[in-house]
C-alpha cells in the first residue's frame, strides 16, 4: 500500500479538526445545559420544598381553624342548651302564673261592682243606726218578715233579731 496523498492528509486532517471542534462545541452545550437542567431542578426542588411548606402551613392553620370551631360550636351548643332550660323554667312560671292572671283579671272586671257596693255599705255607715225613738214595728204597707217555714221558736229568734240596731260594717 502506498502513503494517502498530502492533500487528502490535509483534507482529513481539517475534517477531524471540524469533528474535534464540533464535538467540543457539543460538549460544551451539553455541559451548559446540563448546568441549567440541575440550576431548574434545585429551583424546582426549591420551589416544591417551599409549597411543601406552604402546604404543611395551610394545613396547620386549617387544624387550628376546626379546633377553634369545634370550641365554638361546643360553646355554642352549651348556650342553647341553657336557654332553652331557661325557656323551659320560663314556660313552667308561665304555666303557674296564668291561674294568678285569670283571678286577677276576674278580679278586675267585678272592680267597679264592688267599688260600687263598698261606696253604698260606706254610705249606709254614715247614716248609723236607728234612734232609739223610731217605732220598730212595720209599716203596713212595707215589706214584711220573710215568708218561710219556721217554728214558733225560730220566729221568736227572728223577732228578736228585728229588734236589734241594724250597724253596717265593711271589713274590706
Given at each position: 500500500m502506498s502513503a494517502p496523498p498530502a492533500l487528502q492528509i490535509r483534507e482529513a486532517n481539517a475534517h477531524l479538526a471540524a469533528v474535534h471542534r464540533r464535538a467540543a462545541e457539543l460538549e460544551a452545550r451539553l455541559d451548559a445545559a446540563e448546568r441549567t437542567v440541575r440550576a431548574q431542578a434545585e429551583r424546582l426542588a426549591r420551589h416544591d420544598q417551599q409549597l411543601r411548606a406552604a402546604l404543611d402551613e395551610l394545613g396547620r392553620a386549617k387544624d387550628r381553624e376546626i379546633s377553634a370551631l369545634q370550641e365554638?360550636?361546643?360553646?355554642?351548643?352549651?348556650?342553647?342548651?341553657?336557654?332553652?332550660?331557661?325557656?323551659?323554667?320560663?314556660?313552667?312560671?308561665?304555666?303557674?302564673?296564668?291561674?294568678?292572671?285569670?283571678?286577677?283579671?276576674?278580679?278586675?272586671?267585678?272592680?267597679?261592682?264592688?267599688?260600687?257596693?263598698?261606696?253604698?255599705?260606706?254610705?249606709?255607715?254614715?247614716l248609723g243606726p236607728l234612734p232609739d225613738s223610731v217605732p220598730r214595728h212595720l209599716s203596713p204597707g212595707g215589706p214584711g218578715p220573710p215568708l218561710t217555714n219556721s217554728t214558733v221558736e225560730d220566729d221568736e229568734e227572728e223577732v228578736e233579731d228585728h229588734l236589734q240596731p241594724a250597724v253596717f260594717g265593711t271589713t274590706v
Open positions: 365554638q360550636l361546643l360553646t355554642s351548643e352549651a348556650a342553647v342548651h341553657s336557654l332553652q332550660a331557661a325557656v323551659h323554667q320560663r314556660d313552667e312560671l308561665i304555666g303557674q302564673l296564668q291561674p294568678r292572671a285569670k283571678l286577677l283579671q276576674d278580679i278586675c272586671q267585678r272592680r267597679p261592682p264592688l267599688a260600687a257596693l263598698l261606696a253604698t255599705l260606706a254610705e249606709a255607715e254614715r
